[in-house]
Structure formats: structure tokens, C-alpha cells
């Protein structure tokens, strides 16, 4: 089946520096979304990116989606505890029975 | 709004026995709700599209006979785990389709198979 790979796999930051993971797809996605899920949450819903090369901004989170809609971004600037968890993808081929997560990205900050 | 409730929140069967979940959209009407697995520091596996009214959609490799999901109404989904066995021990997770294709998620059933 589809992979979507996320890159990295597990980041380990100081507060305040920035953090980036990035969602590639081997074929071109109708949309993505990204989501959130806090150590022994569910996930949360951030952001959808539609549009190629769409960027846009939640306080201090950046999403970016590709010009090609193959990859996606999700970028933090200055980051806090508070970001601790792991973020996934959640990538869409047209259809709602094609909705498939990436391998997601842990982020742990400490101070 | 758009608030998903899961009911348990676990649970601890014995192997043989059968487990039932539900998963309720409680402000507002989902015609497809999403059965996922998730497996400790892994990424959720989409096991199900559960479609209000009609048959389950299943993921290749999920056995439909042992996870049954049923769709009755427009805001509760169940998934029965028939038969459990220790490796069904996981972490189950559902999700309710809102508009613009937005997922909201339950809080999860832990569920373990002694």
C-alpha cells in the first residue's frame, strides 16, 4: 500500500530552537492534513493544505504544502513543552477510503 | 463542537471472549466514521471505513469476521473484537468525518488480552 514517510522519525530539542518534520508521498495528493497527538492522547486536527505551494501559519507552527503536492511541511519556531508529542500526516489520494497517516514524527523538548 | 466519544476507555478481556467498542459523535451527524489500531511509538493503521447505513469497508489484511463493525445510526459506530486474543492487545481508536474532510478523533479504548 501507499507509505508516507516522515522524516524524522524522533527529534529531541532544547526550548526555544526551531523544529522541523517533513511528510513525503510517492504520488500526488488531493490534500494533506496535519495532526497532533500529545503523549497518551488522540490525535488533533492542526491544519489542511489544499492548495500547491500553499503556506500557512498557526502562531508559531508554519505548514507548507509542496509545489508538486507530493511533500509537506510542518515547521516550529522556537519551540516549548507545551509542542511535546507526535506529529503525523495524514495524506488524501482523492477518495476518503485513500486517507492514509504517515509514520509521524516524535518531538520531545527539553529545557 | 465536534466532540467523539469513545466508551471504554479500556479494557481487560479474557482470550475467547468477545470486546465491543463504541464511538459516538455527540454534536453533530457522521455518515463515515474510521476505525483505526495503533501500536505503541507507531503510527494509527486504518482497519475500517464505517459507512452509516451500509457494510464496513476493511483494510486489506483485517479479518472482517473478527473485527465486525456496525454503523446503526448516524452518530455511533461499534467495532466487536470477537474471539480476542493477546495479540489484539493494542491501543483502538475511532474517528468521525466532519466537513472539508477534517477527522475528529475519540479518545481511544486501550484494550489487552490476558
Known amino acids: 500500500g501507499q507509505q508516507v514517510m516522515q522524516i524524522p522519525q524522533y527529534q529531541h530539542v532544547q526550548e526555544g530552537e526551531d523544529f522541523t518534520t517533513y511528510c513525503n508521498s510517492s504520488t500526488t495528493l488531493s490534500n494533506i492534513q496535519w495532526y497532533k497527538q500529545r503523549p497518551g492522547g488522540h490525535p488533533v486536527f492542526l491544519i489542511q493544505l489544499v492548495k500547491s505551494g500553499e503556506v500557512k501559519k498557526q502562531k508559531r507552527l508554519t505548514f507548507q504544502f509542496g509545489e508538486a503536492k507530493k511533500n509537506s511541511s510542518l515547521h516550529i519556531t522556537a519551540t516549548q513543552t507545551t509542542d511535546v508529542g507526535t506529529y503525523f500526516c495524514?495524506?488524501?489520494?482523492?477518495?476518503?477510503?485513500?486517507?492514509?497517516f504517515g509514520t509521524g514524527t516524535r518531538l520531545q523538548v527539553t529545557l | 463542537g465536534a466532540v467523539v466519544s469513545q466508551h471504554p476507555s479500556w479494557v481487560i478481556c479474557k482470550s475467547g471472549t468477545s470486546v465491543k467498542i463504541e464511538c459516538r459523535s455527540l454534536?453533530?451527524?457522521?455518515?463515515?466514521m474510521f476505525w483505526y489500531r495503533q501500536f505503541p511509538k507507531q503510527s494509527l493503521m486504518l482497519m475500517a471505513t464505517s459507512n452509516e447505513g451500509s457494510k464496513a469497508t476493511y483494510e486489506q489484511g483485517v479479518e472482517k469476521d473478527k473485527f465486525l463493525i456496525n454503523h446503526a445510526s448516524l452518530t455511533l459506530s461499534t467495532l466487536t473484537v470477537t474471539s480476542a486474543h493477546p495479540e489484539d492487545s493494542s491501543f483502538y481508536i475511532c474517528s468521525a468525518l466532519g466537513v472539508t474532510d477534517t477527522q475528529y478523533f475519540g479518545p481511544g479504548t486501550r484494550l489487552t488480552v490476558l
Open positions: 454534536d453533530f451527524q457522521a455518515t463515515t
Open positions: 495524514l495524506i488524501n489520494t482523492g477518495t476518503a477510503s485513500k486517507l492514509t
